[in-house]
Each structure stands twice: as C-alpha cells, then as structure tokens.
C-alpha cells in the first residue's frame, strides 16, 4: 500500500525558514513524481511545488516561486519542501503528493498523504 507521511509542520513568524519532509513507501520512489499542494479553510486546492521522475524537473506555482525549493533524496525515499520568506497567505495544510507526471493540474490526481499544518503569524 502507497503511503505518504508529512513531518515539519509547525507555527513560525514570517521571515523564517521551515521544511517540510515526506517520507514515502509501498512503491519504487524513484520511479514517479512527487510534489506538494495545499489547502487553506475555504479556499481551492493549490499545487505548491513537483518534481519529475524522469529528470528531476521542477513545478512551481506562482505564488511560492522564488521561495520555496522542492528536493528529492532517492535513497531515502524522501522529498522536501523547504521554504524561505514565508508570508501569512502561506498559512495551510500542506500534503505530500506522489502521482506519475507533473502535468496541468497534476495534484488532483494520485495518492497524498495526511497533510501537516503550517502556520505562518505576523
């Protein structure tokens, strides 16, 4: 069975660095994509950040570019999300995601984990 586990999750100020792990199992990770979106109350589901399979290709949304850096580590079957400058608007739940391509809307597809709270004040 595919399984996702977020860890990093936390309350910090605006301005400091926080990054989020996901440690996958159930499948050979280095065989697809994985990424991170988000969801805020209220809000549509946004894709954060993919990385390819293939070439290590990278996906950022408009919002976070510049910002956020999405890694992945093969022989520990982990990706990250480490982000810097972080704002209030950044405030959400965010999901590790692992599907077959980074392709258009690629985070309403696949399998993603429980998620993990991040909360950015002041």
């Known amino acids: 069975q595919v399984r996702l586990v977020e860890s990093g999750g936390g309350l910090v100020q605006a301005g400091e660095s926080l990054t989020l792990s996901c440690v996958a199992s159930g499948m050979t990770f280095s065989s697809y994509a994985v990424g991170w979106f988000r969801q805020a109350p209220g809000k549509e589901r946004e894709g954060v950040s993919c990385i390819s399979a293939s070439d290590d290709s990278t996906y950022y949304g408009d919002s976070v570019k510049g ?19 972080r704002k209030p608007e950044d405030t959400a739940v965010y999901y590790c995601w692992l599907g077959s391509r980074c392709r258009g809307s690629w985070y309403r597809f696949g399998s993603w984990g429980q998620g ?4 950015v004040s002041s």
């Open 67 to 85: 910002r956020f850096t999405i890694s992945r580590d093969n022989a520990k079957n982990t990706v990250y999300l480490q982000m810097n400058s």
């Open 116 to 119: 993990t709270q991040v909360t």
